[in-house]
């Protein structure tokens, strides 16, 4: 009978020491998923960024009406977004200029966002 209190007791202190090491969290681990998510969403914006303003270019380029709520709707975000490169070119055809200029855009925004990205993962140390 001893012997089982002995044991007993025994379980319990391993149980109380595994409860202790589970309770520690893993700060590292936690860091390095935040970076991942915060660089992974800078990514994943620029990306956006860049299809709604190649979506621009395939409309105008493809002639789609320019009435239609899906047209206008990207056609007010690409606008937005071209920032300084909505009139960088200026060609006599409003086709190329919108190609050129709307391109260039979104380019930009790919690069950038793969530059952010990368200073996120390293000023954040993220390990992968």
Known sequence: MAEHA???ENELAE???HAKQGSDVDWRR???TGVGLLAGIVR???LIFAVILV?????????ANPENGIVSW??????????GFK???????A????LVNYGIAALFWLIVSSIVTRIIRRVGGATS
């Not at 990207?74 to 920032?83: F, K, M, N, T, Y």
């Not at 960088?88 to 055809?93: N, S, Y």
Request: hydrophobic share 45%; proline share 2%; glycine share 12%.
């Open 44 to 46: 994943w914006v620029g």
């Open 74 to 83: 990207v056609r007010g975000w690409a606008d937005s977004l071209a920032i």
């Open 95 to 98: 086709k190329l200029r919108v």
């Open 30 to 32: 936690i860091k390095d």
């Open 55 to 63: 979506l621009h270019v395939i409309f105008t380029v493809g002639g």
């Open 87 to 93: 009139d960088l070119f200026e060609p006599d055809d």
């Open 6 to 8: 002995e044991g007993s």
């Open 15 to 17: 149980t109380k020491t």
